[in-house]
């Protein structure tokens, strides 16, 4: 069974940075895709980052620009690096999977896996 853990939530400072991490077990395969979604209270589930098992990724228009997503296959982890972080990216972060070579992109009903989610808070 997949399992998805992530880490690296905290808090900061308007402008700063920091470094999600989702550790994917439980499956020998690198053939999958990962998504980064975001919860804010109050709100809708959305989309913040996606990295297919062919390399295409996709952000929202929201973090284009900020941030980056990227995959070491040795560690079996997948990095949502995130600058210039301001106080509208407060939210609770999952990360989630979708095995096999489909490119779910940041559309949340295609993925079969989800973690238990890291906080992350913007605030001066």
């Known amino acids: 069974q997949v399992q998805l853990v992530e880490s690296g939530g905290g808090s900061v400072q308007p402008g700063g940075s920091l470094t999600l991490s989702c550790q994917v077990s439980g499956t020998t395969s690198e053939v999958y895709s990962v998504g980064w979604f975001r919860q804010a209270p109050g709100k809708e589930r959305e989309g913040v980052a996606a990295?297919?098992?062919?390399?295409?990724?996709s952000f929202s228009d929201s973090v284009k620009g900020r941030f980056t997503i990227s995959r070491n296959n040795g560690a079996n982890t997948v990095n949502l690096q995130m600058n210039a972080l301001k106080s509208e990216d407060t939210a609770m972060y999952y990360c989630s999977l979708k095995m096999a070579t489909w490119r779910p992109g940041l559309r949340q009903s295609m993925y079969d896996y989800w973690g238990q989610g890291t906080q992350v808070f913007v605030s001066s």
């Open positions: 990295l297919a098992y062919d390399g295409t990724t």
